[in-house]
């Protein structure tokens, strides 16, 4: 008998065993939200524990689903750190929802490649309206949005929305001052930007020495100061650089500071340079109006970029990227190869995302943004939104009333920087015993924290946002830290 005549014959994608599989998949799901607070929040597992589990090499005949989901639960579950725990106070959260678990089993069961129009226009078409939406939920000025010159696109995360429109911003300079002057381009952020704009500058060709890194400090609760801005400007052209690139932030990792917008963009756009804003995390807070002002501003930048899949119920990835004048971004990374050549493209009658992005390829992402818009409405996004601001700002205040401990900076959204408070001044003791505290902390399986460094000091992170956090989860959590500190503090 032939290969592939046989009725054991592989049926890669048979609708029976689909929705056989398929039920036992999502119970198995469905289980874990329900016992996932019976599971240590940060693994406890060490490097390399998955390789003595696992066989040499891979099975040559079938297994059944039975035996590959005991085997999720006896060997990965173990290494995995559960970043859905109503627990999980670490870092900003990555969200998961129904309705983006819904989303995201549509994608893959239509499992389109989605990189031009003609290639699924439903896909561009449905990724435009809804980015629209969002541009409106945020109150966006209509240069965003696609009836002009702008438009928004999906990306994978905030990191590769920088990289895109930095390469776009330097294409659009070199154009003008030749390809030859990039070793004069210069970067300006602050000390508090995301790290991620160091590896655009590395793989967008930026002499890291023309990465001007701006200090902050606690006087402006560590926001870039304008004045520093214009002046490391003006010495750069005064030496002969070319600045061409600011990154403004609103809701830094450390510390949730937000960066004076309309001031740093008045700068940028006086010096022609290229004005990016990063709000991947606190951009969910600002569809509440009562947070919109903290984008006050943004009608100066040339692009913003927000992840939805931290904080708005979007399974990840799910980054969304605006920008003011597309033809930045399809003049910098537009190719066209003969066989992707098609008449609506050709006749510029429809947008081709594989331009507006560094790969080519592209997943249905906006499904899944168009499910948990539908599902739960704006309405629904903006108290759930509340609801984890309220708790950080009953959290704060816990932390307050214990003259142990004290909050290092101003709380603006759901992130709550504290620390075991100093004695007698004396700094490297107090580092210590927070870096101790967190250890002990995290160690106990029954919470996950983090930490940052501001002005010198070892500081702890409480970030609260994940889906099934509730009230009583951070009072248990309060009460941990307290007793893991009183034990620290009485050695």
Avoid at 353 to 364: H, P, T, V
Wanted: with cysteine.
């Amino acid at each position: 008998m032939e290969n592939g005549s046989s009725n054991n014959a592989l049926k890669p994608m048979d609708s029976e065993q689909l929705r056989e599989y398929g039920h036992k998949m999502v119970d198995f799901i469905a289980d874990y939200y329900k016992t996932i607070e019976t599971f240590p929040v940060l693994s406890q597992v060490q490097p390399g524990y998955l390789q003595n589990l696992l066989p040499e090499s891979a099975p040559d005949h079938p297994e059944t689903v039975e035996q590959v989901l005991d085997d999720v639960k006896a060997k990965i579950l173990p290494g995995i750190t559960h970043w859905q725990s109503p627990s999980f106070f670490a870092y900003f959260p990555i969200n998961g929802s129904v309705a983006g678990f819904l989303g995201e089993m549509l994608t893959a069961g239509l499992n389109t490649m989605s990189f031009s129009w003609v290639a699924s226009p439903a896909a561009t078409e449905l990724e435009i309206i809804v980015l629209d939406w969002f541009a409106k939920l945020l109150n966006l000025p209509e240069q965003f949005q696609s009836k002009g010159n702008g438009g928004g696109v999906i990306q994978g995360s905030a990191c590769e929305g920088i990289l895109v429109v930095m390469i776009a911003a330097r294409e659009k300079v070199l154009r003008s001052v030749g390809k030859k002057a990039l070793e004069k381009l210069v970067v300006y952020s602050s000390d508090q930007t995301h790290s991620s704009l160091q590896k655009a500058c590395q793989l967008a060709g930026i002499h890291l020495e023309n990465c001007r890194v701006l200090k902050t400090d606690p006087s402006t609760n560590y926001a870039l100061h304008p004045e520093s801005l214009q002046e490391a400007v003006s010495q750069d052209l005064d030496a002969g650089l070319i600045p061409f690139f600011l990154c403004g932030t609103v809701g830094t990792t450390s510390s949730t500071t937000v960066d004076p917008l309309a001031a740093l963009g008045k700068i940028a756009k006086s010096n022609e340079m290229w004005f990016h804003v990063d709000a991947a995390y606190a951009g969910s807070a600002c569809i509440c109006p009562e947070y919109r002002q903290y984008l006050d501003g943004v009608e100066t930048a040339d692009s913003f970029d927000m992840n939805a899949h931290k904080w708005l119920l979007t399974n990840f990835e799910c980054s969304l990227l605006w920008v003011k004048d597309q033809s930045a971004l399809t003049e910098a990374l537009s190719t066209n190869p003969e066989y992707l050549k098609n008449k609506a493209s050709q006749a510029n009658l429809v947008v081709d995302y594989k331009d507006w992005q560094i790969a080519l390829g592209r997943r249905f992402r906006s499904l899944k943004l168009w499910m948990v818009l539908r599902l739960y409405g704006a309405e629904n996004l903006k108290s759930y939104i509340r609801n984890h601001i309220k708790l950080a700002k009953d959290f704060e205040q816990l932390v307050s009333k214990d003259p142990n401990f004290e909050v290092v900076t101003p709380r603006i959204f759901s992130l709550v920087c504290f620390r075991i408070a100093a004695v007698d001044n004396d700094e490297k003791k107090c580092n210590n015993l927070n870096r101790s505290l967190l250890d002990a902390v995290n160690s106990s399986g029954k919470l996950f924290i983090s930490h940052t460094i501001l002005s010198e000091k070892f500081v702890l992170r409480f970030a609260i946002g994940a889906p099934l956090t509730e009230e009583k989860h951070v009072m248990e959590a309060w009460k941990v830290i307290q007793e893991e500190a009183s034990y620290l503090l009485s050695m």
